[in-house]
């Protein structure tokens, strides 16, 4: 059920996508319509202190997720979608920022985890994968990003 049906009349508004990437240019972040940001930051767990990586799932529509820091192969990727956790795409995005994707049939069919750097979902004690993904790429330019 939709938030605007559960109250008649309301109406989301979002800024316009032209605005939002005006901004991302000017600042060089990666502002989302939400106004989050979806670059993925190294971050402990909470919980049990463990290593992970935590950023938005996407640009729309996105959920804050925690993913455990090591790449996965094919064999890595089939055991954590059958022990209930998603996957993830780790981009490296031209400013050297990291960004987690959610990966879906599309993403594992087409571009399995041994051909791009692929995570898991972080589940406590319980890490998969063994090659941790390379750190980002700091910027180069000494221009101002704004």
């Given at each position: 059920?939709?938030?605007?049906?559960?109250?008649?009349?309301?109406?989301?508004?979002?800024?316009?996508?032209?605005?939002?990437?005006?901004?991302?240019?000017?600042?060089?972040?990666?502002?989302?319509?939400?106004?989050?940001?979806?670059?993925?930051?190294?971050?402990?767990?909470?919980?049990?202190?463990?290593?992970t990586l935590i950023g938005l799932d996407d640009t729309f529509a996105a959920i804050t997720t925690r993913a455990d820091p090591r790449l996965l192969t094919r064999s890595d990727e089939v055991t954590a979608l059958l022990?209930?956790?998603?996957?993830?795409?780790?981009?490296?995005?031209?400013?050297?920022?990291?960004?987690?994707?959610?990966?879906?049939?599309?993403?594992?069919?087409?571009?399995?985890?041994?051909?791009?750097?692929?995570?898991?979902?972080?589940?406590?004690?319980?890490?998969?994968?063994?090659?941790?993904?390379?750190?980002?790429?700091?910027?180069?330019?000494?221009?101002?990003?704004?």
């Amino acid at each position: 059920m939709a938030l605007h049906d559960l109250r008649p009349g309301l109406r989301m508004t979002t800024p316009d996508r032209a605005v939002v990437e005006a901004i991302n240019q000017r600042t060089g972040l990666a502002i989302t319509r939400a106004g989050g940001t979806d670059t993925a930051r190294r971050q402990p767990c909470p919980q049990c202190g463990a290593p992970t990586l935590i950023g938005l799932d996407d640009t729309f529509a996105a959920i804050t997720t925690r993913a455990d820091p090591r790449l996965l192969t094919r064999s890595d990727e089939v055991t954590a979608l059958l022990n209930g956790r998603r996957t993830l795409h780790l981009r490296a995005t031209g400013s050297g920022r990291l960004q987690l994707r959610t990966r879906d049939h599309r993403h594992i069919t087409h571009n399995p985890a041994d051909t791009t750097p692929v995570v898991a979902e972080h589940q406590c004690g319980q890490p998969l994968g063994t090659t941790p993904p390379p750190p980002p790429t700091p910027r180069t330019s000494d221009e101002c990003p704004y």
